[in-house]
DNA sequence: CGACCTGCGAGATCG
DNA sequence: TCGCAGGTCG
């Protein structure tokens, strides 16, 4: 392969460039992405280096999904590890990490987790601090991304007058995460940290492996994923870092933009090399962008340049409120959909908050128009999915009495919190985990009644961790389900539990998928993806409109983007105590949003919005000043606006959604016995209706309730 | 035990 | 406004 033809001059110096230290200050949309893929690829095609050497780290796990396939389409390579810092560590972890008395089945906690936990400290040690719970967790996180024991960090923190209250839950916290056998994200970094600075023949056994290490979006890795990448290539000395200081919006969560900046500090030796040529943007675009981030002190200096046109006019529209700017957008949406060939998929609605997201979600879902939204709330994080995770985990890591608590009375079986408070006494008293006094319940000296309901529950997780290694995981889950008998937990006349029991289709379909994709996958392992994954790592080529905060589309582009929400208090975000550095990683976010676009860009903001019950009136960003486009700026006549809207609406979504296909939809053919298809989960065949309800039982997937005017099925015989 | 009532607070979020 | 946590009552 000739890389001279595949990539620009700028491009083809870094990835030919192979040993040592080199920094890429690669600009938005400069390619990126395409030199760490090309000289990774360099490095086994005109290097020889086997793949297996090669680490490279990504900021989500789909951008690791992407590069891997792009690695794979250049070279035919697969098998090196590619992959964010958190799997990375995950992984070493569940080779290594009973070296640090650890038991390798241990179950990562999420932020909901952690907040239980915390949560519960607090009220046992500290109940008239119980609502600086958000307080004390951010420290924690602060205190184990610096790698900072409580004592240590006690020390850093001493001015702060609740320094002993953050310091000794911390303390709590980490006995308590001993106990469950249990890692949240930040140790999945420390004590993999800890892991390689004790043990010198683990970390030489990683050193040998990956003699050529990768870091994309190196400007948000925080100080110890640098400590950590720098352990790696000691011995060696191959570290490929990519990033872009202006892009630097993690700040707030301990990125370090210092680790970018002081670079050459560290590597003395280091190769600089900037990629200023910008292929995604119209001139006009890069233009804006530009001027905008020019107002931000202390960066390293990149001027984007591009050889397209200028392009279309980027332009800024002042609405009187936020249902009239929502208007405005859908408008411009639907016109350019209508009369210039676009799809929705070119479109990106960028907000600062997400709140804000909401008039526009319920506008196109008013009108049928095909939406996603990034970001916002978690799949994962949802109480029902959590609550059949926790089953799960419980039967792979019985010393997860975080997880047990959270199912011991879901479904409900009478166990009040009086009898699980009983439980965790006599357990803790006789310094034995739950599951091991759910086991021996007998030997508790609970009340009988208590005894009783408790044996009921015990008897289930005994059963489904017997069970889990029995049968292959697809088919455990649907045991599991069963089991547990989710499908009475629910309320199926109430919406809100159809969609619960919904959503947990949802999820064991999503099994059935990584099944099919990992065939012999462990339930270990499993768990352990799973805990990493998130809503963004969905790769989806659906053609709907993307709605997202600027974190939410970090790497991606879209044809056209608005970036909605320009006001002051909302984007700038401001607070009491905003700091000229929060200014600037605003600066950044703004940025970066307006980086996304490849052809077309609004800026808006309202005059008044509704907002917590009241209106509130905002003026118009610093930052759409910045942009010099607020001189050409015309004031748009509201009324006018919303006249149009409506009348496009009606013409063009009205007719389809007034006799949408759910009203008229003939349900009496499905009855009982029925064979039908559904397009997602296959055949199956119904076996009980229930006014609108069907519960079917599908061939691969089990039983499922699904309601028969909303489920897309078709009847396929008798 | 669990359903219902009241008061409070409200940011972005990679893994 | 909405969602949550904590308190109260049947």
């Known amino acids: 392969m000739d890389y001279s033809t595949l990539l620009n001059e700028e491009q083809l110096k870094p990835v030919t460039d192979t040993e040592g230290a080199?920094?890429?200050?690669?600009?938005?949309?400069?390619?990126?992405?395409?030199?760490?893929?090309?000289?990774?690829?360099?490095?086994?095609?005109?290097?020889?280096?086997?793949?297996?050497?090669?680490?490279?780290?990504?900021?989500?796990?789909?951008?690791a999904g992407e590069m891997k396939e792009r690695i794979f389409n250049v070279t035919g390579q697969e098998?090196?590890?590619?992959?964010?810092?958190?799997?990375?560590?995950?992984?070493v972890l569940r080779n290594d990490a009973d070296k640090l008395g650890h038991n390798r089945n241990?179950?990562?906690?999420?932020?909901?987790?952690?907040?239980?936990?915390?949560?519960?400290?607090?009220?046992?040690?500290?109940?008239?601090?119980?609502?600086?719970k958000k307080t004390i967790r951010w420290h924690i996180s602060a205190a184990k991304s610096i790698a900072m024991t409580p004592e240590q960090y006690s020390a850093r923190i001493k001015d702060r007058p609740d320094r002993d209250l953050i310091t000794q839950v911390y303390a709590k916290y980490e006995e308590e995460l001993a106990k469950n056998n249990a890692f949240d994200f930040d140790d999945l970094l420390l004590k993999t940290f800890l892991l390689f600075a004790m043990h010198k023949d683990v970390l030489e056994k990683y050193q040998d492996r990956f003699l050529y290490v990768h870091v994309d979006e190196f400007q948000d890795t925080n100080k110890i994923q640098f400590l950590l990448v720098k352990m790696l290539v000691r011995k060696y000395g191959n570290i490929f870092v990519v990033g872009d200081d202006d892009q630097s919006i993690y700040?707030?969560?301990?990125?370090?933009?210092?680790?970018?900046?002081?670079?050459?500090?560290?590597?003395?030796?280091?190769?600089?090399?900037?990629?200023?040529?910008?292929?995604?943007?119209?001139?006009?675009?890069?233009?804006?962008?530009?001027?905008?981030?020019a107002n931000n002190a202390g960066r390293m200096g990149k001027q984007l340049w591009t050889e397209k046109d200028d392009g279309i006019e980027v332009s800024y529209r002042s609405l009187g409120d936020d249902k009239t700017e929502a208007d405005f957008v859908l408008e411009q949406i639907m016109n350019l959909v209508k009369n210039h060939g676009y799809r929705y998929s070119d479109f990106a609605i960028l907000v600062r908050i997400n709140s804000i997201t909401r008039t526009f979600e319920e506008k196109m879902s008013s009108y049928g128009m095909p939406y996603k939204v990034i970001g916002g709330f978690k799949f994962y994080e949802r109480k029902e999915i959590k609550d059949f995770i926790a089953y799960l985990r419980?039967?792979?890591?019985?010393?997860?009495?975080?997880?047990?608590?959270?199912?011991?009375?879901?479904?409900?079986?009478?166990?009040?919190?009086?009898?699980?408070?009983?439980?965790?006494?006599?357990?803790?008293?006789?310094?034995?985990?739950?599951?091991?006094?759910?086991?021996?319940?007998?030997?508790?000296?609970?009340?009988?009644?208590?005894?009783?309901?408790?044996?009921?529950?015990?008897?289930?997780?005994?059963?489904?961790?017997?069970?889990?290694?029995?049968?292959?995981?697809?088919?455990?889950?649907?045991?599991?389900?069963?089991?547990?008998?989710?499908?009475?937990?629910?309320?199926?006349?109430?919406?809100?539990?159809?969609?619960?029991?919904e959503n947990i289709d949802e999820f064991i379909t999503s099994v059935h998928e990584?099944?099919?994709?990992?065939?012999?996958?462990?339930?270990?392992?499993?768990?352990?993806?799973?805990?990493?994954l998130t809503d963004a790592d969905e790769t989806d080529e659906g053609n709907y409109i993307t709605i997202a905060t600027v974190h939410g589309v970090k790497g991606l582009e879209f044809r056209c983007v608005f970036i909605v929400g320009l006001e002051e208090g909302i984007f700038p975000s401001l607070r009491s105590d905003t700091t000229t550095a929060d200014v600037e990683e605003e600066r950044r976010i703004m940025y970066v949003a307006i980086t996304r676009a490849q052809e077309r860009l609004w800026l808006t903001n309202a005059g008044r919005r509704f907002r917590f019950g009241k209106w509130e009136n905002n003026s118009v960003s610093r930052f759409v000043k910045e942009s010099g486009l607020i001189a050409a700026a015309r004031r748009m006549d509201e009324r006018m606006v919303h006249h149009t809207v409506q009348q496009a609406l009606r013409r063009d979504f009205a007719p389809k959604?007034?006799?949408?296909?759910?009203?008229?939809?003939?349900?009496?053919?499905?009855?009982?016995?029925?064979?039908?298809?559904?397009?997602k989960f296959g055949d199956g065949v119904v076996t009980e209706v229930n006014g609108e309800n069907a519960r079917i039982a599908f061939e691969k997937l089990g039983v499922k309730v699904l309601n028969l005017r909303l489920a897309p099925l078709t009847v396929i015989g008798e």
């Open 22 to 63: 080199v920094l890429v200050l690669a600009g938005a949309g400069s390619g990126k992405t395409r030199v760490l893929t090309y000289r990774i690829a360099y490095l086994i095609e005109k290097c020889g280096v086997s793949p297996y050497n090669i680490l490279a780290i990504t900021f989500t796990n789909k951008a």
């Open 79 to 91: 098998g090196m590890w590619v992959m964010t810092f958190h799997s990375f560590c995950a992984r």
């Open 106 to 132: 241990f179950s990562i906690y999420g932020e909901a987790e952690s907040d239980r936990i915390i949560t519960r400290i607090l009220k046992e040690n500290f109940p008239e601090d119980a609502d600086k």
């Open 251 to 293: 700040g707030w969560r301990g990125a370090d933009v210092g680790n970018i900046l002081n670079f050459k500090k560290d590597y003395p030796d280091c190769r600089i090399y900037k990629l200023e040529r910008n292929y995604r943007s119209s001139g006009n675009i890069l233009k804006t962008a530009n001027k905008v981030i």
């Open 394 to 501: 419980m039967a792979v890591n019985p010393a997860d009495g975080e997880s047990i608590t959270r199912i011991i009375n879901f479904p409900k079986r009478g166990i009040g919190e009086a009898c699980v408070e009983a439980l965790i006494r006599a357990c803790s008293m006789r310094n034995i985990s739950l599951y091991d006094g759910l086991m021996s319940l007998e030997n508790l000296e609970l009340s009988p009644a208590y005894t009783k309901k408790l044996a009921q529950f015990a008897a289930l997780a005994k059963d489904l961790s017997e069970h889990k290694d029995d049968m292959p995981l697809d088919e455990y889950i649907k045991y599991v389900m069963d089991r547990v008998d989710f499908y009475s937990a629910y309320d199926m006349d109430d919406p809100e539990g159809r969609t619960k029991l």
């Open 514 to 532: 990584f099944c099919a994709d990992n065939p012999d996958v462990r339930l270990e392992e499993y768990l352990q993806t799973l805990s990493l």
């Open 657 to 679: 959604f007034t006799q949408s296909a759910t009203a008229g939809k003939d349900i009496s053919v499905f009855k009982e016995g029925v064979k039908v298809r559904h397009p």
